[in-house]
Structures are given as C-alpha cells and as structure tokens.
C-alpha cells in the first residue's frame, strides 16, 4: 500500500494527539476516532485540525464508540486502514473503582472488538493495543515483557484480557497484532485529574496565589514516569518491525509521588510541605506499590530510549501551566 492510513481511537487524547501529530509529519492520511457530546472535546487536537472541505485533507474525525462492534467494522472496511492505534480507554486507575463494569466494557471488551473488525474485514492492517504497566500490580520491579502480570484494579484486568486478545488474535490469525507496555508517561496534555497534573496544576495556581493547599492520597507510590511526546514514536516504530511483538517502554528511572511533589513545587521556589494535605479518599481499596520498567528489549529491537526523565517532566509541565495562567 502506496499510501499509509492510521486510525487512532482516543485521537482526542494526550496520546492521540501527540500521535497524530507525528504521523502527520511522516505524511500519513490520519482517522480519528471520537465520541459524541453536545461540548466539543477536541481541545488537544485543534490545532491540527483540518476542514474537510479542504482540498487536500489528511486529518479525518469520525463519530464512534469502542463499545459499538458494528460502527467500527464499517469504518474499518470503509477506510481501510494500515494501521490501527487502540489508544482509547477509560483510563483512570481510581475511576475504575466505581465504574468496573464500563471500563471491562470499554477496555476490554473494546479492544476484542477492534479485533475482529480488522480480522471480518479482511483488510492488511497492523493492530497497537495501548499496554499498561499497571498489568504488572504487585509484581516487584524492575519490570519486563517476561515478568508476571498480577493487576489491582479493574482498570488492570480489563488491561489484561485486551493484552491477551492481542496475543491470542496474532497467534490464532497470523495478525500483526502488538502490545505496547507502556508505563507512566505524562505531559501539559494530561487529564487534569492524574497525579502529575493535579500537582503542577496546583503548583500553577499557588504560585500565583489563587490557591493555598493540594490534596493528594498515597505519597509513597513509585512511578516511573515519561514524556508522553517521546513515548508515541516508540507505538510507530513496533508497527514497523516485520514481526510482531510486545514491548516495554519506560525510562527505567522510578520516583515517589512525593519525590514529584517536591521537585514541581521547588521548581516554582515553592516547598512543598508547605501546601500538600493527605486525603484518604484519594487512596485506592488496592494499592500499586512500585512501577520501574526495564526498557532493554525497546532499546534494542527498536532503537528507542526515553530522554526526558521524572524530574525534567515535573519541570517542564510546571512550566506549562504557568504559562496557561
């Protein structure tokens, strides 16, 4: 196929836009998927955005649903793509806790319909699951592809059977099937109610003193945390290796919540413990103590290393959202 076609799920996302973006530059024809609402919630992809009365568009949106099996295999028979990105999903750890049953629909049961669309379709395309390190739960770090999987949340195992519908899908149907493990990565585009947000948020808006304290759950989680602009090359380059596999992708360098606390609030000549409360309604009913992936197999098959690391994140979302103010 002369011309490469991605479709994204989750295209208005932190992912989906940077993914967008650098297939885009690489001359790819783009498809994203999007959901309904009366708001518009394309925020991260505006600028980028192109009118389809545009006489050489290379951005399409279109309206659909994971949980809708019958919209997807119609636009993947309709657009044909040769590549397919499944970054959408209801990705919040704690969010998981009171809605399991949507986010098993979502991202379990979304991923397997993605699937089969391509596989009922019959077109030549290559499939990206978006991995988790939360798959890892319990398991000590350092983590790799060959350590066990032991999930804490519902999050996590509706993670876990999209991870092992990928493999079964490239086992069963020869499906350039691929699971991207990736473990925290993070960026100004982050949802406004994960960890690292909420906290250079916070530091933004204290700074300028429009706030006084931030409330935050488990101090003592270790992360290992990302540049998500970086990380979405690292989706690109599995799907163009002549076989398929699953992958790792961290920084290999892991951090406190309070150690990110610490280093966002020095950043803005702010100390933290002057600001930081603990609420216990932050914290989970199961806890993830530590999350350190080990990158090597990444590094070696694909050529790819993070750059940014925990503290140079904190330092540049920091600076970010004081500039939004």
Do not use: C
């Amino acid at each position: 196929m002369s011309k490469k076609v991605a479709l994204i799920t989750g295209v208005t996302g932190q992912d989906g836009s940077y993914l967008a973006e650098f297939l885009l530059a690489k001359g790819y024809e783009v498809h994203g998927l999007i959901r309904r609402s009366s708001t518009f919630n394309t925020s991260r992809i505006d600028h980028i955005y192109q009118d389809p009365h545009d006489p050489n568009p290379k951005l399409f949106l279109h309206y659909g649903d994971l949980i809708d099996g019958v919209g997807l295999t119609n636009l993947i028979r309709e657009i044909e793509p040769s590549e397919v990105y499944n970054l959408g999903a209801q990705s919040h750890v704690q969010v998981s806790f009171t809605m399991p049953q949507y986010t098993a629909q979502v991202d379990a049961v979304g991923a397997v319909g993605i699937l089969e669309a391509i596989r009922s379709a019959g077109v030549n395309t290559r499939f990206y699951q978006a991995s988790t390190s939360e798959l890892y739960g319990s398991t000590p770090p350092p983590q790799s592809e060959a350590s066990p999987f032991r999930p804490r949340s519902p999050y996590a195992a509706a993670k876990l059977m999209a991870y092992w519908s990928t493999v079964n899908y490239r086992e069963a149907y020869g499906m350039h099937a691929t699971n991207g493990i990736l473990f925290n990565h993070e960026s100004p585009r982050r949802g406004e109610t994960f960890v690292t947000r909420k906290i250079t948020r916070a530091v933004a808006a204290i700074s300028k003193g429009s706030k006084q304290k931030l409330y935050l759950g488990n101090l003592d989680a270790v992360r290992d945390w990302g540049f998500a602009k970086e990380y979405v090359e690292s989706m690109w380059l599995m799907l163009q290796k002549d076989q398929p596999s699953d992958y790792v992708v961290a920084t290999g360098v892991g951090a406190t919540v309070k150690d990110f606390a610490e280093a966002s609030f020095a950043h803005a000549g702010l100390k933290w413990s002057d600001h930081v409360q603990i609420d216990e309604k932050y914290k989970r009913p199961t806890e993830v103590d530590a999350l350190i992936g080990d990158p090597s197999k990444a590094k070696k098959e694909l050529n790819w290393s993070a750059t940014t690391k925990w503290k140079e994140l904190a330092q540049l979302m920091v600076d970010a959202d004081i500039a939004a103010l």
